[in-house]
């Protein structure tokens, strides 16, 4: 409250919640400094005034304690290792960036610049500073250590864009507000507010009103979750079987004479390889392995092929799975041969309005890595080759890391593998707000701007917009001290160790003018600008120009700016050589015989009486990064194994049982939920917890930790197609081992229209 207990002098700023990709619009209520409210805001272009709960977490963030402020450098018991008995000192900012810079230049000077990398956490894409500083980082580290979070979900989309449209960021998006048709497979947008489908927390309206104008919704999951009371249809299948349920879907497109090409026939290549490859699978072979029926499946094709306007769209379920780069591959085919791409109702491609995919290089196999022989994609390795890269000898060895808003311990598998390798790098240096799992392994953590302390564009995101649209969120606040935003720290950083690399004094006074002239030619603003002038909605190089789009004129948009529905845009933004879409690439194809393999296997496993198979799935009020908001994890323990009736009968499992959870790479303790809502065979467990690290200074997540959903996970096992990790669809063994202490009362995830949060 304001001083002498006065009434709060309300002002309302807007913005863009930078949470996940939904970009919702909040309105912040303040006095001053202090938060007062965060609501919806009802005149945002995109999210009309929905919101999630975890956008009001974002007041907890900004008053947080545990939030670091200043760096942090470690004071080392042993200066030969590190120690969980070192300790850390605040410095100020010149100390900092000076130690950080002089140790990733030392190690650089010693082995080589190959032997210092990247990581970069998928918060990441959300931040526009430190995606701008990622180009910084990848061209003065000079290495191919280059790791980010998107291999441990998102790649094979990525893939099969490149493949298919010659771009891995060329996004395909469903066209939700008009198509009559939607099927979706291992999904659940109700609770990730659409993640690659931006909306607004809202899809449960769109859901509905494909409902209301005649058409039909599908969910197909292992779980019926919560999504599924928003669709006409939800059928179970079994995990990692949804490759296979796919090309029963296709076969039977083709065998029933009901695939069209439509409008891009001409410029579709490879139809023969599909039709080749259904020839192979047989229906019954496909509904016994994936639990669903021939007749369903069959039924579902007809209806999918012969509406007017379809879509088939799967997220994480389907990609963080033995076979994900199959199943996007797949469902692009599904959506191409029904003619559905490209096309309104369909698969269709956002416009943005700052135009990063000519900004981007979509690259596969120019270089591999040193352990176990991965191609590079992207200019990236995947992420389960990292501890290996650390631990293992021999030129080229990774021994000095900069991690930039990610806490890999607990995304990435194996987190005690992770834990063993950070521990052995020479240096480390953390782009981090907080001191947790993974940052107590750097020699110097470096705080950013907290998330209302510096502006925010989403140049990454709006690849994946239902709209065509954009906006700008200025700062909301000043700190009061001098605090460095992504950018800055990646470019204070970066100039210093390219200047302590350099022996040549002539060449570091030539990085010292450059990166000065930089710093006050190319602020995030400025860029901005830049991209918007040059974009498909700006003028150019014409400065007389009042029709065009620019960084001032959007900032008079503060609830954003409508610039049109999707359009049709293909064959003429094709990034392939020869602008056609490659239906059948070569990797694919090349991939099949492993998923035939894999059916051999299937049988076996469901002769076994003690296996189940686990999936992961998200919460309504928590992401990985979200653990420090009271508000959002008060209540029941979200970090319950969800288990079918018969499963648990069959265990002696009660529904206040404290269950075992064991992999070949681990175990885990924790409650239980007992629920129809899971198939029989299945279980279900949150993922990105495990907050019972020593060492952390994060006092709310540490006081619901959880259990860490990753350290079942073995970092050998990835979808060989992609390199993605596998997470769902692994094989578990359950076991009761007491009583579980009895829950506080459950939250209920209702539908929110409008979250105020009073301080």
Known sequence: MSKNNEKPQSQFHYRTCHLCETMCGIEVEHDGEQI???????????????????????????????????????ERI???????GDGWREVDWYEAIRFA???????????????????????????????????????????????????????????????????????????????????MLGTNPKVSNGAMMSTGANVHKKLNAIRARGGKTVLIDPRRNETAPYCDEHHFVKPNTDALLLIGLIKSIIDNDLADLGRLEPDIQGLEHVIAMTQDFDLSQIASATGISVETIVRLAREFATTENAVCYGRTGVSMVEFGGLCLWLIMVLNIITGNLDKPGGLMFPRNAIDSLSATRSSYDRYRSRVRQRPEFGGEFPMAILADEI????EGQLKALIAIAGNMVLSMADGTHTETALSNLDFMVSIDPYLNETTRFADV?????????????????????TINWAKYSPALFESPDKVYTDYEIIGELMEGIRIKREPSFVKRLRIR??????????????????????????????????????????????????LGELEPCLP?????????????????????PRLKAHLQTLDAFSDDPKGLQIISRLTT??????????????????????????????????????????????????????????????????????????GTRQRVANASPGASYNDLMGVQSIDELTGNAIFNGVRVHVTPIGVCDAPEARHHDEDVEEFVVRS
């Open 36 to 74: 007062i409210a965060i609501r919806g805001d009802k005149r945002d272009v995109l999210s009309q005034g929905n919101i999630c709960p975890k956008a009001t977490g974002l007041q907890d963030i900004h008053t947080d304690p545990d939030r670091l402020r200043k760096p942090l450098i470690r």
């Open 78 to 84: 042993d200066a030969s290792k590190k120690s969980a």
């Open 101 to 183: 810079s002089s140790g990733i230049a030392s190690v650089q000077r010693q082995h080589g610049t190959g032997a210092a990398g990247s990581y970069c956490g998928r918060s990441t894409a959300h931040n526009i500073g430190a995606l701008l500083g990622v180009n910084l980082l990848r061209k003065g580290l000079s290495t191919r250590h280059v790791y980010t979070g998107s291999t441990c979900d998102q790649v094979p989309h990525n893939f099969a864009w490149h493949h298919m449209l010659g771009h891995q960021f060329f996004a395909t998006v469903p066209d939700i507000d008009r198509t009559d048709y939607f099927l």
């Open 391 to 394: 631990l293992t000898p021999g």
């Open 445 to 465: 953590i470096l705080p950013p701007a907290g998330p209302f302390e510096k502006p925010h564009y989403d140049l990454f995101y709006h690849t994946y917009d």
């Open 513 to 562: 003018i450059t990166t000065w002239l930089s710093r006050r030619l190319l602020s995030v603003d400025r860029i901005i600008d830049l991209g918007l002038r040059f974009g498909p909605y700006g003028s150019g190089i014409n400065p007389l120009s009042r029709n065009g789009l620019n960084l001032k004129k959007l900032k008079t948009h503060p609830h954003g700016l409508f």
């Open 572 to 592: 003429k933004r094709l990034f392939t050589s020869d602008k056609k879409i490659q239906l059948a690439p070569a990797p694919m194809l090349d991939d099949l």
């Open 621 to 694: 009020r928590t992401l990985g990064w979200m653990h420090h908001s009271q508000r959002l994890i008060k209540g029941r323990n979200p970090v319950e194994l969800i288990i079918h009736p018969e499963d648990a009968d069959a265990r002696a499992i009660n529904s206040d049982s404290l269950v075992r959870i064991s992999t070949q790479r681990g175990a885990i303790e924790v409650p239980v939920q007992i629920s129809d809502d899971i198939m029989p065979g299945v279980v279900s467990l949150p993922h990105l917890w495990g907050h019972n690290r020593p």
